[in-house]
């Protein structure tokens, strides 16, 4: 089963591993491309131990500014984006399970009644709205935008996976969703209403915000047709 990776990645990327992992051939074709405004090494300066700093894509743990964004407590979405950061040596103390900047954001708020919380966002992203006693910075730290892809891949592929609303809409803009026969594989509840406003019912979708598990839902996709 051929399979569509709109995200942006190299040949021996995350996703393309777990799927070949579970005996499925990956189909490189980005659809978005970033474009980095800032590492945030000045807001991170002014953050302590005890303030948050919020990394929600693994575009932007990996672009942060390192040493500044060791200090602050990081809250991320989802055991990879967890992994990810834990690999750049970054104090992560939550993680939401659902792929969901708002599910993030409710439970900082929940857990954090004073300091300071940054959040290195993506040109699409909204800032979230402050609450007492917190300072709310969201600085936009890159670009997303959409790239030209050969629309001939549709003819080379079985399932199309889309990991961020930014690839929803990316694809929308060159073929209608709802033109498309081939079932989407969305990782999580944002995505999956970015295909639904697109006018689109997601046929798959990851139990868990990870590569791993969209992967999985795929191949038992595979097995069963449904």
Not at 34 to 39: A, C, E, F, I
Not at 44 to 57: A, E, I, K, Y
Not at 103 to 129: I, K, M, N, T
Request: hydrophobic share 40%.
């Amino acid at each position: 089963m051929n399979v569509w990776v709109t995200r942006d990645e190299p040949p021996d990327g995350p996703l393309g591993a777990a799927l070949r992992r579970r005996g499925l051939s990956p189909i490189l074709e980005p659809v978005i491309t970033r474009r980095l405004h800032t590492d945030c090494a000045d807001e991170l300066s002014r953050l302590g131990p005890d303030d948050w700093l919020v990394l929600t894509s693994a575009y932007a743990i990996n672009a942060v500014a390192l040493e500044p964004a060791r200090v602050p407590r990081v809250a991320v979405i989802g055991d990879e984006s967890r992994r990810a950061a834990e690999t750049r040596s970054l104090r992560v103390e939550l993680v939401s399970t659902r792929h969901d900047v708002a599910d993030l954001f409710e439970q900082l708020r929940r857990r954090v009644p004073r300091g300071a919380v940054c959040y290195p966002r993506s040109s699409r992203a909204a800032p979230p709205p402050p609450w007492p006693g917190v300072a709310v910075d969201s600085p936009v730290m890159y670009e997303t935008l959409p790239r030209s892809f050969d629309v001939s891949v549709l003819n080379r592929v079985d399932v199309i996976t889309v990991v961020s609303p930014s690839a929803v809409d990316a694809i929308h803009q060159r073929c209608p969703l709802n033109h498309i026969p081939q079932p989407f594989a969305a990782i999580g509840p944002a995505t999956s209403a970015a295909l639904r406003v697109c006018g689109v019912h997601p046929s798959l979708m990851a139990v868990a915000p990870s590569f791993d598990s969209l992967a999985d839902a795929i191949a038992a996709f595979r097995q069963t047709g449904s």
